[in-house]
C-alpha cells in the first residue's frame, strides 16, 4: 500500500526526516510513536506532499508519489487528516463534507454514505455549523472530510489529541470499524498504549529516526520500548 525507502525531508537547510523507511501493508493500522518534535508531523506531511521531499522514495499503491502534487496524492487515494486546524468551524457538517471531495464532486453522495455509517451521530448535525460542536464532534467531521472519497489509505495525526479518555476510546472504536471497511490507516499517536493496542504494527521515530519497529503486540511488551516511550 504505502513504502517508504530513505526519506530525508524538512523545512529549512535543517533535515527534520533523516532516512526514514517504513511500510503501510493493505488493510494494516500501523502507528508511530515517539517524543514530541521527534518529526512524526513532519513525516505525515512528507508522505502527502505539503513538505519537500528532499531524497529517498515514496511508493503508494505501486506509484511512485515522491514528486507528486497534494491533490493527485488525494486522487490516488489518500487520505489526511492534520493535527490541527482541521475543520471550518463557521461551515456546516456537510459544508466541510463538501469541501473533502471538492476534486470529485461526483463521488460525494457515496461517501456521504459512508461517513453516516461510521459516524451516525453527524447524521441529524448535518446543518450544524462545526464551531459550536463538540471537541469530539469536531474531530470526526475532520475525519469525515478524509474518508469522503473513500481513501485506501488514511493518515491520522494525533486524532485523540484534546479528547476525554471517553471520547478517545470511542474515536479508537472508529478507527478499527474505518479499517474493517477496507481502509488501512497510518496513525501518529501521543498516546501510544491505546494507538498500539489498536494496531497491526508499530514504529518508534526519534529525532527523526526510526528507533524500533515491530508487531504492535510486541513493541507494546518490549522492555526498552515501555521504559522509554509507554510510560514505564
Ligand atoms: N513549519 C515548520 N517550520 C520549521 N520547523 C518546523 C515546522 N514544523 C515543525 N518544525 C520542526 O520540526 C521538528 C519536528 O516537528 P514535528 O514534525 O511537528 O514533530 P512531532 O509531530 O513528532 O511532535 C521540530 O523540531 C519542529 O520545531
Ligand atoms: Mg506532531
Excluded: C, W
Excluded at 524538512?10 to 510513536?33: F, H, L, N, Q
Excluded at 514528486?67 to 493535527?83: E, H, K, N, S
Excluded at 453527524?122 to 471537541?135: A, D, I
Amino acid at each position: 500500500m504505502l513504502k517508504l525507502i530513505d526519506v530525508v525531508s524538512g523545512y529549512t537547510d535543517v533535515d527534520i526526516i533523516k532516512g526514514v523507511s517504513i511500510e503501510v501493508g493493505k488493510d494494516e493500522i500501523v502507528t508511530i510513536i515517539g517524543p514530541n518534535g521527534s518529526g512524526k508531523s513532519t513525516l505525515m506531511k512528507t508522505i502527502f506532499g505539503l513538505v519537500k521531499l528532499r531524497s529517498g522514495k515514496i511508493m503508494f499503491r505501486d506509484k511512485d508519489i515522491s514528486r507528486l502534487r497534494t491533490d493527485r496524492i488525494v486522487q490516488a487515494g489518500m487520505g489526511y487528516v492534520p493535527q490541527e486546524r482541521n475543520v471550518f468551524p463557521s461551515l456546516t457538517v456537510l459544508e466541510n463534507l463538501e469541501m473533502g471531495a471538492f476534486i470529485q464532486r461526483d463521488r460525494f453522495e457515496e461517501g456521504l454514505e459512508e461517513v453516516f455509517t461510521i459516524f451516525p451521530e453527524l447524521k441529524n448535525k448535518r446543518t450544524q455549523k462545526v464551531g459550536t460542536m463538540s471537541g469530539g464532534e469536531q474531530k470526526m467531521v475532520a475525519v469525515g472530510r478524509a474518508l469522503i472519497l473513500m481513501p485506501a489509505l488514511l493518515l491520522l495525526d494525533e486524532p485523540s489529541s484534546g479528547l476525554s479518555p471517553k471520547l478517545r476510546d470511542v474515536l479508537f472504536n472508529k478507527i478499527v470499524e474505518i479499517n474493517e471497511l477496507g481502509t488501512s490507516l497510518l496513525v501518529v499517536e501521543q498516546n501510544a498504549k491505546m494507538a498500539l493496542s489498536v494496531s497491526h504494527r508499530g514504529y518508534v521515530l526519534e529525532t527523526g529516526k526510526k528507533r524500533f519497529e515491530g508487531e504492535a503486540k510486541r513493541l507494546l511488551e518490549n522492555e526498552e520500548v515501555k521504559r522509554l516511550y509507554l510510560g514505564g
